[in-house]
């Protein structure tokens, strides 16, 4: 079994800074793609980052130049850095990550999310 766990949110300003953190812990061969999703009240899950076990990187074309995400294979651990947020950026942040069990098996799973206010 494979658990993700959030941690790092909070409420800020608008303007302000965010960091938030997700370990992967568990049954773990290897971590491959690592991502952060958010949900906003009332709205559908979005995509906000990803990242690939070498490092490649895609964004959400509203958060590229705000977010950075990064990780640390060796600590299974995912990073997302927010920076200039804004009130639209309030929702709650998931961390997702597909990870090999062993060499032949590979699951998705999600973290229980962490709440990110931000006020205007």
């Known amino acids: 079994q494979v658990h993700l766990v959030e941690s790092g949110g909070g409420s800020v300003q608008a303007g302000e800074s965010l960091r938030l953190s997700c370990v992967a812990s568990g049954f773990i061969y290897k971590v491959n793609n690592m991502a952060w999703h958010r949900q906003a009240p009332g709205k559908q899950r979005e995509l906000v980052a990803t990242?690939?076990?070498?490092?490649?990187?895609t964004y959400a074309d509203s958060m590229e130049g705000r977010f950075v995400i990064s990780r640390d294979n060796a600590k299974n651990t995912v990073w997302l850095q927010m920076d200039s947020l804004k009130a639209g950026d309030t929702a709650v942040y998931y961390c997702?990550?597909?990870?090999?069990?062993?060499?032949?098996?590979?699951?998705?799973?999600w973290g229980q999310g962490t709440q990110v206010t931000v006020s205007s």
């Open positions: 997702n990550a597909d990870v090999q069990v062993n060499r032949k098996y590979e699951c998705n799973n």
């Open positions: 990242i690939t076990s070498g490092g490649i990187t």
